[in-house]
């Protein structure tokens, strides 16, 4: 198991690297020119010249790439080129707000998601499964930035239960934190827990049909301890890969939710480091939500392991 | 196989009534969207009139007003194109790029596999949204190139999802097979791996076509997909968000809009995955008990039902009166019946040999035995004894009881029938830990006498192995092991040996053998071959499309058999036959269930049928070995084996 964290760790590298590349050059290729959109229209060539060098981006593409790179390396993603501040610490203030949102839109895919579809697998084709299927192919189907916005509406415009943007300061305790992430949360894991619980039915009812249900129902077992021992772990695989494949949709997600409930997270802050061109924080904001996406990857892995013995033994 | 696939695939479609609603909507959406133009009401983008902002719904304006005083109506008309071709540009460039690239990683493996896949991992490392505005920033923004590069983000998932499939296609024997056959690659691809890998496909394509429409909204609502000309329903939501602490309104048509179209999606794709499907349903874990059925004077062909066969066990572990399983047929409301009022014995200590082809009904009759057929069918019988206890009808608890106690059982597939996430060991002490209430210490160390039992070397070591690790011989062992942990009176080994390697299936039956004499235990066994028997089956009982059709003892049975399907079966050993000629095989196939004909069942396939053969049911009676459900069992001299079998 250690040697198969290791291993990972270290293919994490090559990774963050391929990631780095990609998006750094990616993101060059707009042409746009962000030391005239910095300084307005009304600034002169000299101006505009003088804050290209200062920016560093009068340098050859591939130098400004080294530089970059280096840097990063050491957790340095560059300073902000609007704000003038650290990048790695604007995102570092901004990394609890959204690692808390997916978390909670996580637990709530997670725990609705996968009670729902082992449900509706053990009594398939009965009313308990249909309604569950109907639920959850509506659910999968709301686009998070509409149940956002009728959230925002109805709950927070309408209602006043809980408020529809971020406490000027930030949230203070626990209390607030938790009221503050709700609605947000609520919004991201509709269609999460939605796409669990599909395919986690789908997949303990393929297990359900397998010949080792069989023996060990044949054995005796009781419903019960079929399901939980022999069945559940073989049908968490592709749920697991699954999972994987949402923790980065919650991430992406929080781009639209963030916006509409004005939270000052890492999703509002690549939304607009892409409208303002700011190529630096965007490369940051990439890396971060790129680096958090990699080690959760890692923790899945390892459960792979775990959950296929064949698996342990290719390493 | 009557019917083709693809009909089969359609006519389930056409039952699935959610799917087909779905679809018909969809081709609404697609009507829709082409006729735009000449349906919608007023323009996708002018104001009629400047000062008529966020009105309410009203007979000139269907769904109100957006606040620039747009029709929402007009604009929801057109917002279906942009909606429609989004999708399908993603999902095009996703599965032109997925597909192959997956299939092709997934066969082949080695650096190939290493080098796609970690490009694969870069791109899906980041969220795809996040990708594909990686992507624009290159591209360029606008509806074409946004869904550009969210389809390239896509391609990723297929293409991991496919070489996923690719591989779990790879675990199943019948690839191994073909791969063993000689088949080259790329027909193995095509004909074994992609039909199996197909479903998967088509429920992450619908799934994907939704995302892709999502994402266009996404994009659009960030600004970054749709232009501010283009009425895209994102666009629409992005709009409405600027009003929407005056109204939410022009958020719900739309958003609806875009939630009912991606529904219809999902819903056709989850009936053509069904429709796909091997079982049209199923997986539930119903296992129907047995039902009660009166012991009848007479059985359901109208003929007098005689006390089978079992007359000749005196002290009966196992006795079985009028067993019938019926499953509904697909496609009609009728109820087949596979199994017809089976009567069955076994003896203490004695093997008991259930023979026939495939298709016969043997091994759905020793699943009903054991309370486990598999969900919609149904089971009836008048009684089931096993050593004193009446199984039908007990509550499945109870009966649970005895299929870990009293009876074990050995199936075909050895690796099928190993849980793969657990120890060999974990599933050897299974039953001894749940019904005997043993210790973890005890348990293991009674295993490890078990699989000692059951011929495997090094027990020791081996508990702690996987089934993986194992060789199907060694595998099935295990398996027998398993079935014997609670010292079970009755044994069922369901063709336990036609998996195998034919150099260890002599093996295996010699264990069977052993364990049943040095155990005195009970042994059903069943199987398609009467060449396995003549070593090991005391008594025969020869099955033929749902009947029973001859029993008698193992010596009678082989010397003279009683009914011309024995008589077919003996002559299709291998051993019975000269060198030089070939193997004799009864023409033709056992009939489905539902062409099975009131009168003998065998007709049709008889070299020695008459006229008198087809002119009614025929009863099981008794004949000059034993039991014969043959009219003309006294006049027909049928040859059996000619040496003495050994």
Known sequence: MLRLLVGRLAAAVPLMFAVATLVFFLAQANSSDPAGSILGLDATEDAIDAKRAELGIDQPLLSQYGDWLVDAVQGDLGTNWFTGEEITTELFDRIPVTLGLAFGGLLLAVVIGCSLGVLAALKAGRWQDRVITVIASLGIAMPSFWIALLLAYYFAIELRWLPAV???????????????????????????????????????????????????????LPVRRVVGRHAIRNAAIPVVTLIGFQVAALLGGSLFVELIFNIPGLGSYGVDAIFRGNVPALLGFVMVIAFVVVLVNIALDLSYAWLNPKVRVRG | MSMSTRQRVQARLTRNKVAMVGGVYLLVVVIVAL?????????????????????????????????????????????????????????????????????????????????????????????????????????????????????????????????????????????????????????????????????????????????????????????IGAGSDQASWGRMLRDAQLSIDRTIWPAIPPGLAVFSTVVAFNVFGDGLRDAFAREARGGRIGVGDVQRREARPIDNEGVPVQD?????????????????????????????????????????????????????????????????????????????????????????????????????????????????????????????????????????????????????????????????????????RVVAAMALACGPKLLIADEPTTALDVTVQGQLLDLIGDLARRRSMSVLLITHDLGVVADLADRVAVMYAGQVVETGCLEDVFASPQHPYTEGLIRAIPRNVSRSGDLPTIPGLVPSPWEWPDHCHFADRCEHVTQECRSGAVALTPSATGMSRCVRAEELALKGVREEAS
């Open chain 2, 308 to 476: 089978a066969g079992g007359s000749s066990a005196s002290d009966p572990v196992l006795t079985v009166r009028g067993l019938s399983v019926a499953f509904p047929r697909l496609g009609t409301d009728d109820d087949v019946e596979v199994v017809s009022g089976i009567d069955l014995d076994v003896g203490r200590g004695e093997v008991v040999a259930l023979v026939g082809e495939s298709g016969s009904g043997k091994s759905i009759t020793a699943l009903s035995i054991l309370g486990l057929v598999p969900d919609p069918g149904q089971a009836s019988a008048s009684s089931i004894m096993l050593d004193g206890s009446e199984l039908v009808e007990m509550p499945f608890e109870q009966l649970s009881r005895i299929r870990g106690t009293d009876i074990g059982v050995i199936f075909q597939e050895p690796f099928a029938a190993l849980n793969p996430a657990h120890t060999v060991g974990r599933q050897v002490a299974e039953p001894l830990r749940y019904h005997l209430g043993m210790s973890r210490a005890a348990a293991r160390a009674r295993t490890i006498e078990l699989l000692a039992e059951v011929g495997i070397p090094d027990p020791e070591s081996r508990i702690d192995a996987y089934p993986h690790e194992f060789s199907g011989g060694m595998a099935q």
């Open chain 2, 35 to 223: 006729l735009a133009p000449l349906l919608a009401p007023h323009d996708e983008n002018l104001a009629t009139r400047f000062q008529d902002i966020l009105f309410s719904p009203s007979s000139e304006y269907w769904l109100g007003t957006d606040h620039v005083g747009r029709d929402i109506a007009s604009r929801l008309m057109f917002g279906a194109r942009y909606a429609l071709f989004a999708g399908a540009e993603a999902v095009v460039v996703a599965l032109a790029i997925g597909v192959p690239l997956g299939l092709l990683i997934g066969y082949f493996r080695g650096w190939v596999d290493a080098v796609v896949m970690r490009i694969v991992e870069t791109v899906v490392a980041v969220p795809a949204i996040v990708m594909a505005m990686a992507i624009i920033a290159g591209l360029g923004v606008g509806l074409t190139k946004a869904m550009l590069a969210v389809g390239i983000v896509y391609s990723m998932v297929i293409t991991r999802l496919t070489r996923a499939e690719v591989f779990a296609a790879r675990e199943e024997l019948y690839v191994d097979g073909a791969i063993a056959a000689g088949a080259s690659s790329i027909r193995v691809m095509f004909r074994h791996v992609l039909p199996n890998v197909a479903p998967a496909l088509i429920v992450q394509t619908t799934l994907l076509f939704a995302q892709a429409i999502l994402a266009e909204a996404g994009l659009s609502f960030l600004g």
């Open chain 1, 166 to 220: 971020w406490p000027p300061g930030g949230p203070d305790g626990i209390g607030e934190w938790v009221e503050a992430l709700v609605l947000p949360s609520v919004a991201l894991g509709v269609a999460a827990s939605a796409a669990i619980a599909r395919q986690t039915r789908s997949a303990m009812i393929g297990v359900l049909q397998r010949d080792y249900v069989r023996t060990a129902l044949a054995k005796g």
